[in-house]
Nanobody
Framework: QVQLVESGGGLVQAGGSLRLSCAAS????????MGWFRQAPGKEREFVAA????????SYAESMRGRFTIARDNAKNTVYLQMNSLKPEDTAVYYC???????????????WGQGTQVTVSS
């Protein structure tokens, strides 16, 4: 098992940036693919980004492509989500997840963090 803890959320003006971090417990972090998802009030959880265990391949939801960047530092057992050009519609709770495959489906992930709130004001 792995425990995931997100941090870095907060309030930001539209057009601004935030960097989210997800710290993982254990010493097998590099065996997991990692993903970021988000969920806004009244909406379903949606895919944001994913990265393979070696960090070599990354995928993004179309609405985030070019604005968001996922990265990982296996030596620090941490995955990041750099968010630029934020929009009010990006407001949501952001979750990191660990699983065997870097997929866009939440079903591919076995472990989830508690989430961190991101609020973008207009």
């Amino acid at each position: 098992q792995v425990q995931l803890v997100e941090s870095g959320g907060g309030l930001v003006q539209a057009g601004g940036s935030l960097r989210l971090s997800c710290a993982a417990s254990g010493r097998t972090f590099n065996s997991y693919a990692m993903g970021w998802f988000r969920q806004a009030p009244g909406k379903e959880r949606e895919f944001v980004a994913a990265i393979r265990r070696n960090g070599g391949s990354r995928s993004y939801a179309e609405s985030m492509r070019g604005r968001f960047t996922i990265a990982r530092d296996n030596a620090k057992n941490t995955v990041y989500l750099q968010m630029n050009s934020l929009k009010p519609e990006d407001t949501a709770v952001y979750y990191c997840a660990a699983g065997g495959i870097a997929a866009s489906s939440a079903r591919a992930y076995d472990y989830w963090g508690q989430g961190t709130q991101v609020t973008v004001s207009s």
